[in-house]
């Protein structure tokens, strides 16, 4: 999502950030802290992946209701879009970020009284919180990592801190598999089986171990939060704008057809990407018939070849066409979806973790091709294609209809990211093009 950013930052200024080179130390540990940001909101959403299959078990959930925790957090960025724009715009930067900050730790902390309750309805509120908590923070921090210092190095920065997304991609499953999955596993007969209280017990216990990492998420936002308050940091000013002319309204800026096909990948993108994490280890439990816990250990591995595709995909972009790159690497995801969805064995581990790899630079990608040569329109075009990300809230409950529809076959599922990789690769192909004047 730190893409979304990078023309917010081309139309900014800063209270004292382009004077001279002398802040250069000055900025240095404001950018750790926002780096830091980028860190937490990646902890978030990864670990929305490991609390699929788990509380699917603790609150006794059939594959489309555990879909719900996508929904919650991504119909939040939908809805909260606009609004954080507006906080943005009146508050400035740093009060955003405060407040993006208490908004994800109050969400975090309500994780507590869900877990005691044992009610998936508090869990999925908690969640829809912390994603309107993301939403202001993302829209507020994004600029902060290309403004805190010399403008020459914006964009080295800003990517910087967007490469600790994925280092999250690879901590949280290692913390989720270590202290929120307990590899205790029975079937439906064997709880019936059970005695009463034997039963609640277990089912408590399995929604008990959420709180712990939760209340430790909290209290870090919460400090940040209050570093954040008591450190000086310049704030960023907008100059003076053209672009908000008519010429870039915001529903005619979809006349440009590329835009519109490339709001159209990114939904299904984001798509493909939660239901491919979100079903992770249910999927590696039974295509690959490992347990709980090495399936949450393979999905980090899956998180470091996330990261890794991001630096050899920009490697190869200095050699071959972005949009090129992007029809290659769709291609290949849909050979790995088949694989997926027919193999077995060690096989479907591979495809998952090469799907990681593939898909790590369809969304900068996309954005970056869908904003070409929009001139006035770039900021209401990006607005479209970040509204976009709801595919996220959608595609997963879809797919999980599908496994509940064909007696909880997880493989037959990954039809859903099959065919959003074929849009995708649409677009690379053709979708991209914007018209000739």
Same mark, same amino acid.
Request: net charge neutral; aromatic share 14%; with cysteine.
């Given at each position: 999502?730190?893409?979304?950013?990078?023309?917010?930052?081309?139309?900014?200024?800063?209270?004292?950030?382009?004077?001279?080179?002398?802040?250069?130390?000055?900025?240095? =540990?404001?950018?750790?802290?926002?780096?830091?940001?980028?860190?937490? %909101?990646?902890?978030?959403?990864?670990?929305?992946?490991?609390?699929?299959? $788990?509380?699917?078990?603790?609150?006794?959930?059939?594959?489309?209701?555990?879909?719900?925790?996508?929904?919650?957090? /991504? &119909?939040?960025?939908?809805?909260?879009?606009?609004?954080?724009?507006?906080? &943005?715009?009146? %508050?400035?930067?740093?009060?955003?970020?405060?407040?993006?900050?208490?908004? /994800?730790?109050?969400?975090?902390?309500?994780?507590?009284?869900?877990?005691?309750?044992?009610?998936?309805?508090?869990? =999925? +509120?908690?969640?829809?919180?912390?994603?309107?908590?993301?939403?202001?923070?993302?829209? #507020?921090?994004?600029?902060?990592?290309?403004?805190?210092?010399?403008?020459?190095?914006? #964009?080295? !920065?800003?990517?910087?801190?967007?490469?600790?997304?994925?280092?999250?991609?690879?901590?949280?499953?290692?913390?989720?598999?270590?202290?929120?999955?307990?590899?205790?596993?029975?079937?439906?007969?064997?709880?019936?089986?059970?005695?009463?209280? #034997? !039963? @609640?017990?277990?089912?408590?216990?399995?929604?008990? #171990?959420?709180?712990?990492?939760? *209340?430790?998420?909290?209290?870090?936002?919460?400090?940040?939060?209050?570093?954040?308050?008591?450190?000086?940091?310049?704030?960023?000013?907008?100059?003076?704008?053209?672009?908000?002319?008519?010429?870039?309204?915001?529903?005619?800026?979809?006349? $440009?057809?590329?835009?519109?096909?490339? +709001?159209?990948?990114?939904?299904?993108?984001?798509?493909?990407?939660?239901?491919?994490?979100?079903?992770?280890?249910? @999927?590696?439990?039974?295509?690959?018939?490992?347990?709980?816990?090495?399936?949450?250990?393979?999905?980090?591995?899956?998180?470091?070849?996330?990261?890794?595709?991001?630096?050899?995909?920009?490697?190869?972009?200095?050699?071959?066409?972005?949009?090129? =790159?992007?029809?290659?690497?769709?291609?290949?995801?849909?050979?790995?979806? =088949?694989?997926?969805?027919?193999?077995?064995?060690?096989?479907? *581990?591979?495809?998952?973790?090469?799907?990681?790899?593939?898909?790590?630079?369809?969304?900068?990608?996309?954005?970056?091709?869908?904003?070409?040569?929009?001139?006035?329109?770039?900021?209401?075009?990006?607005?479209?294609? *970040?509204?976009?990300?709801?595919?996220?809230?959608?595609?997963?409950?879809?797919?999980?209809?599908?496994?509940?529809?064909?007696?909880?076959?997880?493989?037959?599922?990954?039809?859903?990211?099959?065919?959003?990789?074929?849009?995708? %690769? /649409?677009?690379?192909? !053709?979708?991209?093009?914007?018209?000739?004047?």
């Amino acid at each position: 999502m730190a893409f979304a950013s990078q023309e917010i930052v081309n139309g900014a200024t800063t209270t004292g950030a382009s004077q001279n080179n002398k802040g250069g130390n000055t900025y240095l =540990l404001p950018f750790i802290l926002v780096t830091c940001l980028f860190f937490l %909101w990646g902890m978030a959403h990864n670990l929305d992946s490991i609390l699929i299959p $788990h509380l699917k078990k603790a609150c006794q959930l059939n594959n489309r209701q555990s879909t719900l925790v996508d929904t919650a957090v /991504f &119909l939040a960025y939908f809805l909260m879009a606009i609004p954080a724009g507006a906080i &943005l715009k009146k %508050w400035g930067y740093k009060s955003s970020i405060i407040l993006g900050l208490l908004v /994800f730790a109050f969400g975090a902390f309500l994780f507590v009284p869900a877990a005691n309750t044992r009610a998936y309805e508090l869990f =999925l +509120v908690a969640l829809f919180i912390i994603g309107c908590g993301l939403t202001i923070l993302e829209t #507020s921090a994004n600029p902060y990592a290309a403004v805190l210092g010399d403008p020459a190095g914006a #964009s080295t !920065r800003l990517n910087l801190a967007a490469s600790f997304n994925g280092l999250a991609a690879m901590v949280a499953p290692y913390v989720g598999a270590t202290f929120i999955l307990s590899g205790k596993e029975y079937t439906e007969e064997q709880l019936n089986a059970m005695p009463d209280a #034997s !039963r @609640m017990s277990y089912l408590m216990e399995e929604a008990a #171990s959420v709180k712990m990492p939760y *209340i430790i998420l909290g209290s870090v936002l919460v400090l940040i939060a209050i570093i954040f308050y008591f450190m000086h940091i310049p704030e960023v000013k907008p100059v003076s704008d053209k672009e908000s002319s008519n010429k870039g309204g915001f529903f005619e800026v979809l006349k $440009h057809k590329h835009l519109t096909w490339a +709001v159209v990948a990114q939904f299904f993108y984001v798509g493909a990407q939660v239901c491919v994490t979100s079903f992770f280890i249910r @999927m590696a439990q039974q295509g690959a018939g490992v347990d709980e816990k090495t399936a949450g250990y393979y999905l980090m591995i899956y998180g470091f070849l996330f990261m890794a595709g991001r630096f050899v995909g920009t490697a190869f972009l200095k050699f071959i066409s972005s949009q090129k =790159l992007l029809s290659i690497y769709s291609i290949i995801s849909v050979i790995l979806c =088949l694989v997926s969805i027919l193999g077995d064995g060690a096989y479907v *581990i591979y495809a998952l973790g090469g799907l990681g790899f593939f898909m790590s630079i369809m969304f900068p990608t996309i954005f970056a091709l869908g904003i070409s040569n929009l001139g006035e329109g770039t900021k209401a075009g990006s607005s479209w294609i *970040i509204m976009s990300i709801v595919g996220g809230a959608i595609l997963p409950y879809v797919m999980g209809t599908i496994i509940d529809m064909n007696g909880d076959n997880i493989q037959i599922g990954y039809i859903i990211p099959l065919l959003c990789y074929v849009v995708i %690769w /649409f677009f690379g192909v !053709r979708g991209y093009k914007p018209a000739q004047a």
